[in-house]
């Protein structure tokens, strides 16, 4: 993959245009404590990793055409010092066109293959509350939308995106309380959405969207060590039609609201009754299942002061979205409550303190074990996270700053214990050079 992006990048200096060559490196350090996989008690850990970048630029009056890869390489020195790194390959490319002044669209394509360990597993899918541990995965996702300015106060705009993700090697994580098998399962999904923003006035805005979503999740066998591994395929396809309205009530202050549903629907499956509970694990059950379930969003953007070049902005939400659990192999209603401030300190300083909680609200899964105690599976995250950043230019930035993260079972299970916790303290620097490669 990486060869073809060099190829790739090659070839484009040959056109006749503005073209533009990066070449860079992201280092990271983390520092804390955390398990190594899923039901693991946590431990002292040490994570370096670094990552060169390569990647060039293309332009014109009409079309912009960037194109980047990267290799990131993992070393965790605690708690495994005689590991080899962990290599892993990202293969970026994005394209903006503007034809006219009022259409344009953009195309975003991305592929990533390589090694990851559950500390980046956690934060690639940051909203999966049961995570399993899997070394190996192949990744890619594009997106296409294109927008046509109709009118001074209408927009209206398509959005056409795919993602295909495959996990390569399965290992199954005995987890201390729950001795459950769960992995990353071969997913594909594709959805389609139009939209309309329409300008009401000079502080209110509406929006206006209907999503349509189809899944394909291929499981492969819960126990490789079962004589009779159990498989399975379900397919489900949504469509979320929704409204939004944002208007500002003061100079500082934007109230932004989403209602809404979604309708879910499991077009063929092998295994009846899966959006009811999760029955890739055996005798799983769940409250039943309502396909059509509400959409809510309210949001509060405030402006909190303005001064010589500080500014601090706050964010604060609460609201509902349905999702697809590609672990328990089941739909969820998930409840979601956010909060975030941000300061911005003479244009190169930036301080932020950021806060979430997302939970099913249907009620909780209860499995039951071989020994006869019920089992609640994860299914509240609570993250929180401290980020600072000094840009010294565009090419060379410094993110440091603490995570933490920890997951629960339903809150209303019996026993909510906050477990698979991670406190991490991290440093990153970037440094980039941007290089003319045909002038002007």
Do not use: C
Not at 199 to 225: F, G, H, N
Not at 321 to 348: E, F, K
């Amino acid at each position: 993959m990486f060869a073809g992006g060099l190829v790739s990048l090659s070839a484009l200096l040959l056109l006749q245009a503005n073209s533009q060559v990066e070449a860079g490196a992201r280092v990271e350090s983390r520092t804390g404590v955390a398990p190594t996989g899923l039901g693991g008690s946590e431990q002292g850990q040490v994570l370096i990793s670094a990552t060169p970048i390569f990647g060039l630029r293309w332009f014109d009056h009409v079309n912009d055409l960037q194109v980047a890869s990267a290799t990131r390489i993992l070393w965790r020195p605690v708690p495994f010092p005689d590991a080899r790194p962990l290599f892993l390959e990202t293969l970026t490319a994005s394209h903006l066109a503007r034809p006219s002044r009022r259409n344009q669209w953009r195309l975003n394509l991305q592929a990533t293959y390589g090694e990851q360990d559950y500390t980046w597993l956690s934060q690639q899918f940051s909203n999966q509350p049961q995570l399993a541990t899997s070394t190996r995965i192949f990744t890619s996702n594009g997106s296409l939308e294109t927008s046509w300015r109709s009118s001074r106060r209408t927009t209206l705009t398509f959005q056409v995106a795919a993602l295909h993700q495959r996990p390569l090697d399965i290992f199954t994580s005995q987890n201390t309380t729950s001795s459950l098998n769960l992995f990353l399962p071969t997913q594909t999904t594709v959805s389609g959405t139009p939209a309309m923003r329409y300008v009401l006035s000079r502080l209110s805005v509406l929006e206006a969207a209907a999503a349509v979503t189809a899944y394909d999740i291929q499981k492969i066998p819960t126990d490789v060590t079962a004589d009779a591994p159990r498989t399975g395929e379900m397919k489900v396809v949504t469509a979320q039609p929704q409204l939004g309205l944002s208007t500002n009530f003061s100079r500082r202050h934007q109230l932004h609201w989403t209602l809404g549903f979604t309708y879910a629907d499991e077009v063929r499956s092998p295994r009846a009754g899966v959006l009811r509970s999760p029955a890739a694990i055996p005798f799983a059950t769940r409250l039943p299942w309502h396909p059509v379930t509400p959409l809510v969003l309210v949001e509060l953007n405030s402006l909190l002061s303005q001064s010589l070049g500080t500014t601090v902005r706050s964010a604060a939400s609460l609201g509902t979205n349905w999702y697809l659990d590609p672990v328990l192999d089941a739909g969820a209603w998930h409840g979601v409550a956010q909060a975030r401030i941000d300061a911005t300190l003479r244009r190169r300083w930036g301080i932020g303190a950021h806060a979430a909680l997302t939970s099913d609200i249907t009620g909780p899964t209860i499995i039951n074990s071989s020994g006869g105690q019920p089992i609640y599976p994860d299914e509240t995250i609570f993250s929180a996270e401290v980020p600072v950043t000094y840009r010294w230019t565009n090419l060379i930035m410094a993110d440091f700053g603490a995570r933490y993260v920890a997951r629960a079972p339903h809150l209303s299970a019996p026993k909510v214990v906050w477990h698979n916790q991670e406190v991490w303290l991290y440093l990153s620097l970037y440094v980039a050079a941007k290089v003319p490669a045909r002038p002007s």
